[in-house]
């Protein structure tokens, strides 16, 4: 997978832990997907992707992926939203390095996205 962006140029280089490259099922639908630990005190990795845009709605088979997952020592709190048919997720987290490494989590998934949508 080629990625049309520097990342390091994204995150400082400090909070930069190891970088994978994968591929996941997103409803039939296979996403390339790059992850990528924010390390601080605590550690989050974040993990993103896109098949890209496929002309239209789902229906079209365009898919994106993105998950985020306390590593060690993050204070982060995931609930649900159900309401009738649709749905939805809280994610909170608690501390001021949470918080620096959400902000890092959320630019990297931008530049991911962003990158590969323009594939």
């Given at each position: 997978?080629?990625?049309?962006?520097d990342i390091?140029?994204?995150i400082a280089p400090s909070e930069l832990g190891d970088f994978g490259i994968s591929t996941r099922q997103v409803n039939g639908q296979t996403v390339p997907t790059l992850s990528c630990e924010i390390i601080s005190c605590p550690i989050l990795e974040v993990e993103v992707g896109t098949n890209g845009k496929q002309g239209g709605d789902s229906g079209h088979g365009?898919?994106?992926?993105?998950?985020?997952?306390?590593?060690?020592?993050?204070d982060i709190t995931v609930t649900?939203?159900?309401?009738?048919?649709?749905?939805?997720?809280?994610?909170?987290?608690?501390?001021?390095?949470?918080l620096?490494?959400?902000i890092s989590a959320l630019k990297f998934a931008v530049a991911v996205l962003e990158?590969?949508?323009e594939q």
């Open positions: 997978m080629k990625m049309k962006f390091v140029k994204i365009g898919r994106t992926y993105f998950s985020v997952q306390d590593v060690a020592g993050t649900p939203i159900k309401n009738d048919d649709n749905g939805g997720v809280v994610i909170e987290f608690g501390g001021d390095l949470e620096e490494m959400f990158a590969q949508s």
